[in-house]
């Protein structure tokens, strides 16, 4: 069953630019986790934000959560030819021990 | 550290025959998960195992698929027999703890399986 569902399913944007992604979800959550993927480094773990977090930071990464929207974003600043792949939300539903995937959204940087 | 190991990377069959993945996890990971991913989707987890006992095996079709993992290291997946709608690419992971969802999960890079 599909907890998370990505939004828009494919962006392309010019190198540079900012990209924004977001991620709907249903039941609550204990955390929400963003992944990418691409054929170079298969699927890759990029930040955990937990339900009682409302924003989180790793490089050129934010993650907001808003918790009463059951919703999430992931944006990418100055983004790079590299960041080229697909980006998957999963939720881990509370008292659950597994993730849900969502279908993706698969991002373009043009140089 | 080095990260999780899958073999083989590519696999062609023809329907009806079967198939074995083997995944290694990072060394001390409690949890291992096997994923399922069709083109065009995200991964969907077919069996999740902490040490060496199911967790969740719910959305792994049991006529057909069957998972181990001895001692609680290496796992392997089998499919038996193939239908065309298996193909697709087999990711395993594993995770340092317990409580799966909870934590970040580190991926191994696919099996790729074609069924002809």
């Known amino acids: 069953s599909q907890q998370g569902e990505e939004d828009p399913q494919a962006l392309s944007i010019q190198e540079g630019e900012n990209a924004t992604m977001n991620c709907s979800y249903k039941?609550?959550?204990?955390?929400l986790q963003w992944y990418r993927q691409n054929s170079g480094r298969g699927l890759v773990h990029l930040i955990l934000?937990?339900?009682?977090?409302r924003e989180k930071h790793s490089g050129r990464l934010r993650v907001t959560l808003d918790t009463s929207k059951k919703s999430s974003s992931l944006l990418i600043t100055a983004s790079r030819a590299a960041d080229t792949a697909s980006y998957f939300c999963a939720t881990a539903t509370i008292g659950a021990q597994k993730l849900v995937f969502g279908q993706g959204t698969r991002l373009t940087i043009n140089p | 550290e080095a990260g999780v190991a899958q073999s083989p990377r590519y696999k062609i069959i023809e329907k009806r025959q079967s198939v074995a993945f083997w995944c290694n996890p990072i060394?001390?990971?409690?949890?291992l998960y096997w994923y399922q991913q069709i083109l065009g989707q995200g991964p969907k987890l077919l069996i999740q195992f902490q040490n060496n006992g199911v967790v969740d095996d719910s959305q792994l079709p049991k006529d057909r698929f069957s998972a181990e993992r001895l001692k609680g290291v290496d796992s392997t997946l089998k499919i038996q027999p193939a239908k065309l709608e298996d193909s697709a690419v087999y990711l395993c992971?594993?995770?340092?703890?317990?409580?799966?969802?909870?934590?970040?999960?580190?991926f191994g890079p696919g099996t790729r399986l074609t069924v002809t």
């Open positions: 039941t609550s959550i204990n955390n």
């Open positions: 934000i937990r339900s009682n977090e």
């Open positions: 060394s001390g990971h409690a949890t």
């Open positions: 992971a594993s995770s340092p703890l317990a409580g799966g969802g909870y934590y970040e999960q580190y």
